[in-house]
């Protein structure tokens, strides 16, 4: 090897070849490109030596090396002024170099450079400027520079794919991410680094459920996982509080033998959320593996949830351990004694812990005062602001001082506030007013509910009126203020609002509108026009909302004149006011009994195409039931029952969810569309242009909707029987007999069983005569102190018979409609006395409709239904039956008896159930609510094979069972839902059926806003068969 020449023999140079020259460059850039090196290099130049592509080649590798990318672009730049052909392996190497610095526009910069050259372009060279992209986080550049190399028709590899998910990752563009992972073809096949990108794309945009779809698809395709793959799916659960999914990926790493990390438990942590006890659990297991650090001692003690107690242990087990606290320690204990309310702790700590640390004095002290106004300790809060005030750390008079001084200012008003201290909380108000300090809107609503609470709301509005006088508050905050008087005291907003107007502030119509509605709310219907006119006055836009606000007020007035008055504004406003107004008006001439009005208004909402509500509707028909025009509310109940049907279907979660399925397809295509008509049409309205028929004319508390049904039936044998040994309201029974088929409901519900043989008219009553008995039981009962008991002593001195119980039935229906605003869907709130005045129009119009759908339904009627009252575990019948449709009680769901007994009143002694016989209910609620998950779920299971194994007996052989069943309201505390489908199954196999087909839908879900116990929702139809005879025979003999 040649010595590396000093710059003394630079002059004998000219006397090599070039051969020579490049062998001693290479030896002087081996040790690295110092002064020297560079030396030599210059001195080659200025020799004037013969330098070629191999000189260059190693003066640019060598700054490649060294990370020195100026130094080869310069290099790479006097290839051209030496007229030396630069090729492919320099700009690779300048590309390297700018990659690995990060240099990402002269990287793209030199890819232009290359593309104008005559050279031959490379992958390793796109793939280098894409890392120096990743790296620089320009993710956009990455993928134009992949768009690039497509349009430049070069091939690209698994580096190229894996450099840009890289850079999409760290930019969480998690579609992206995913678009181009399921774009790599089989020669680019993703690899577990691919994947690992996509997954931690998905963390950062907080969704867990794409990144467990990723790690399925991984072991779909057999890649392998890594630890640091599942660590990525545990920090997007993490994100989302998903610590139950959280904890069986954990679980799933000890079965795949991967090793945890430290970042393992971190990210389980961050899953536990407020759930101390699991985050406990965690550190324990890291202190066992040896992991544990002040960084996860830190993340455990945030996630305390104000157990102060243990935060004071596990800081001692940190001193045990010789792990130095931070100031991240610090900050988390004074959170959690904060949130302990332990004041005296957080000042306390401040104090130990301020010598050693540099604690944010804003942190520290809004948490000891947040902790003195949790527990009202106002003079606690004072002190800790006084001590504030006196900090050497805080310069008096700059943005940090003020920004603190108004956060604390505000909490210790707040303080004041819940301690009842009025005048200590008007005091720091003026005391900020003095220091100009800003005012928030939530310290001027603690001043008003401090105030309010001592009824010294005069006092407030002094107070805020100087507030809006010394221009410290903002326009926004102070017309919010308002808005929350308006909730609470109509004159203080009123008095406000004035204030407003004549401090200059410009009041809004949305402030108006809340002043206004505050009137409303109290029947000052004088006020409200009065800030309506001073809107005019303010020449503020006539909207629809503050007049119907307005409107409103005078509505519960009775002020009809006003209401239409207010309405020909708008209208001379806004040409045609929307449907809100026109709903109220309705309301407004219904009220005062002008049905012609009202049913005027209606129609012309029809014939502009405005989207009536049931609202509206129903006011027109309580308008014409008023007056006694039947017709008119027998024309309307279609809209109505029209509108009801799009109002719950406009209430209903319309979430995604998802249908799985297992057995054939001509079975389960029928299962998966009752399951999505009972999800989206509910209980117990028919869509649109079907016929209600008597479906849900008493409205019990569940059942399955008619549509389900149809379908259910669709499954059936021609012509073949039906049985439903839970048939509730009848809605299968009803679908059986106009399909044609003879059909027998059982149910242990006397009230079920009621109003099922009602619904399905069991007994085919005579309707002339039940028209009469209609007249000659409401005669009189409006001079009756209480009209309904009257009612009921009428109609049970008939005497036992299908009249009576038709009227029995009618009955049930009225009072349901009377007491339930959301099955009318009425806005009017009527007092006591007016619904007793009602009853006998009520009961008249009720009447009317129940012929009405009994000759809807006879009419399309072809079977005949039978049924029984009693426990279906007892049920025989005097021959088999050809299908069973059914959807037995959910677990631990309703108590079906107890609730029975309400129509004891009209139904008298049948539903009248002894303790005993209440106990015989499947799956009861009370059970499960005074048993454990285990117990409840050992009698749910004989309690299916129980009533499974008479369902079997009553089947003809090849007979079928079709199964509408639930998870329950109850979660289980060992996998978070109750598996009835594998209850069901397990039962019906046992007692001899074959499960054919099942079906599953699902919420896709979980958070609390899913359903009101927030839980998922499960819903599944199983779908069994009784063998034939011989089959059967043939497995005996097996």
């Not at 830190?298 to 100031?327: D, F, P, R």
């Not at 401040?350 to 005062?369: D, N, Q, T, Y």
């Not at 004088?526 to 303010?538: E, G, P, S, Y």
């Not at 020909?568 to 040409?575: F, G, I, M, N, T």
Request: hydrophobic letters at 40%.
């Amino acid at each position: 090897m040649v010595a590396s020449p000093g710059i003394q023999d630079v002059a004998q140079l000219r006397q090599l070849d070039p051969r020579q020259t490049v062998q001693m460059l290479r030896s002087v850039t081996k040790k690295g490109l110092d002064e020297h090196a560079l030396a030599f290099l210059d001195s080659l130049r200025a020799q004037e030596c013969e330098l070629n592509a191999f000189h260059y080649g190693v003066s640019i590798s060598a700054c490649a090396k060294n990370g020195l990318w100026q130094n080869a672009l310069g290099f790479l730049n006097g290839m051209t002024s030496s007229l030396v052909e630069r090729n492919m392996v320099h700009f690779n190497a300048c590309m390297d170099v700018c990659a690995k610095s990060a240099q990402w526009q002269v990287a793209v910069a030199l890819l232009g450079q290359v593309e104008s050259c005559e050279v031959e372009l490379s992958t390793v060279l796109f793939n280098s400027c894409i890392n120096a992209c990743d790296r620089g986080g320009q993710w956009q550049s990455a993928i134009q520079v992949l768009e690039t190399m497509q349009r430049c028709l070069v091939d690209c590899d698994l580096i190229t794919c894996n450099a840009c998910l890289s850079a999409l990752s760290k930019a969480s563009e998690w579609q992206l991410a995913v678009t181009l992972l399921s774009a790599m073809s089989e020669e680019t096949a993703p690899d577990t680094i691919s994947y690992n990108a996509c997954i931690n794309a998905c963390e950062s945009g907080g969704l867990w459920q794409a990144a467990l779809h990723l790690l399925e698809s991984m072991k779909s395709r057999r890649i392998p996982t890594a630890t640091r793959t599942l660590n990525g799916c545990i920090a997007a659960c993490g994100g989302c509080m998903e610590w139950q999914m959280a904890f069986a990926l954990m679980e799933e790493m000890l079965v795949t033998r991967l090793e945890y990390s430290a970042v393992t438990y971190m990210a389980a942590t961050r899953a536990c959320g407020r759930r101390w006890e699991h985050a406990l659990s965690l550190l324990s297991d890291m202190t066992d593996r040896s992991l544990v650090d002040c960084l996860a001692y830190n993340s455990c003690i945030s996630h305390l949830n104000g157990n102060w107690k243990i935060a004071q242990s596990l800081l001692e087990s940190m001193e045990g351990l010789q792990l130095q606290a931070n100031e991240a320690t610090c900050t988390s204990l004074i959170h959690v004694y904060g949130e302990g309310l332990q004041w005296l702790r957080v000042c306390g700590i401040l104090e130990e812990m301020s010598g050693r640390f540099k604690v944010s004095p804003g942190i520290a002290c809004s948490a000891a005062i947040s902790a003195c106004e949790g527990s009202s300790a106002w003079p606690a809060a004072l002190n800790v602001l006084q001590q504030l005030s006196t900090r050497s750390d805080m310069a008096p008079g700059s943005a940090e001082a003020t920004k603190v001084q108004t956060t604390a200012n505000a909490l210790c008003i707040s303080a004041c506030s819940k301690g009842r201290n009025w005048l200590v909380a008007f005091g720091l108000l003026q005391q900020a007013l003095q220091t100009q300090l800003r005012i928030s809107q939530a310290t001027l609503d603690a001043c008003i509910k401090a105030g309010e609470k001592d009824a010294q709301w005069q006092l407030s509005l002094k107070v805020l009126s100087s507030v809006v006088d010394a221009g410290v508050c903002d326009a926004s905050a102070y017309f919010v203020t308002i808005g929350y008087c308006g909730r609470v005291n109509w004159q203080m907003a009123v008095h406000l609002l004035d204030s407003a107007s004549t401090s200059g502030l410009q009041p809004d119509a949305f402030v108006c509108s809340a002043v206004i509605t505050a009137c409303e709310r109290q029947r000052q219907w004088d006020q409200a026009l009065q800030v309506f006119t001073d809107m005019r006055k303010w020449h503020l836009e006539l909207n629809e909302m503050c007049c119907t606000a307005t409107m409103s007020a005078c509505l519960k007035s009775s002020r009809w004149e006003a209401a239409l008055h207010l309405y020909r504004l708008l209208e001379a406003s806004v040409d045609q006011p929307g449907a809100v107004a026109r709903c109220l008006l309705i309301d407004v001439f219904s009220a005062a009994g002008l049905w012609e009005h009202s049913l005027s208004i209606f129609s012309s909402m029809t014939s502009l195409r405005y989207e009536a509500d049931a609202v509206g509707c129903s006011a027109v028909m309580r308008a014409c039931e008023r007056r006694g025009q039947w017709r008119q509310v027998l024309a309307l109940w279609p809209h109505l029952q029209q509108l009801q049907w799009r109002g719950h279907m406009d209430s209903t979660d319309t979430e995604p969810f998802e249908l799985h399925s297992v057995g054939p397809a001509d079975v389960t295509a029928f299962l998966e569309r009752a399951l999505e008509h009972q999800w989206l049409l509910g209980y117990p309205l028919l869509p649109p242009g079907e016929d209600q028929l008597t479906h849900g004319l008493y409205k019990y508390m569940a059942g399955m909707q008619a549509m389900a049904a149809r379908e259910l039936i669709s499954l059936v044998v021609e012509q073949g029987s039906v049985l439903d040994p839970f048939c509730g309201s009848g809605t299968v029974l009803i679908e059986a007999c106009i399909a044609g088929r003879s059909a027998i409901g059982c149910d242990v519900s006397p009230l079920a069983s009621f109003v099922a043989s009602q619904h399905v008219d069991a007994e085919d009553v005579d309707l002339a005569a039940f028209d009469a008995a209609v007249m000659r039981v409401v005669r009189g009962i409006s001079l009756s102190p209480d009209p309904w008991k009257q009612l009921q002593t009428n109609i049970i001195a008939l005497g036992d018979s299908a009249v009576q119980r038709s009227l029995q039935f009618t009955y049930l229906v009225a009072s349901q409609a009377s007491e339930d605003d959301t099955y009318w869907q009425s806005s009017a709130k009527f007092q006591h006395a007016q619904l007793k005045k009602e009853a006998a129009p009520r009961f008249r119009g009720t009447a009317r409709l129940v012929i009405a759908r009994l000759r809807s339904l006879r009419a399309c009627s072809f079977g005949r239904a039978e049924v029984i009252q009693g426990d279906c575990r007892d049920l025989r019948l005097a021959k088999p039956v050809h299908a069973i449709i059914t959807s037995p009680p959910y677990p631990g769901v309703y108590d079906y008896l107890t609730t029975a007994e309400s129509a004891s009143a009209i139904l008298g002694s049948r539903c009248k159930l002894t303790s005993e016989e209440k106990r015989l209910e499947i799956g009861r609620r009370t059970l499960w609510q005074k048993h454990s998950f285990e117990e409840f779920a050992a009698s749910w299971q004989r309690e299916q094979e129980q009533w499974l194994q008479v369902a079997w007996s009553l089947l003809l052989p090849g007979g079928t069972a079709s199964l509408m069943i639930g998870n329950g309201d109850r979660d289980a505390s060992e996998d978070g839902a109750f598996d009835n489908l594998r209850c069901t199954a397990d039962a019906a196999e046992k007692v001899g059926f074959q499960v054919v087909a099942t079906s599953t839908i699902a919420s896709k879900r979980t958070s609390p806003s899913d359903r009101s116990r927030g839980r998922r929702r499960t819903e599944h139809m199983i779908h069994l068969l009784r063998p034939p005879e011989h089959a059967h025979a043939n497995q005996n003999a097996n």
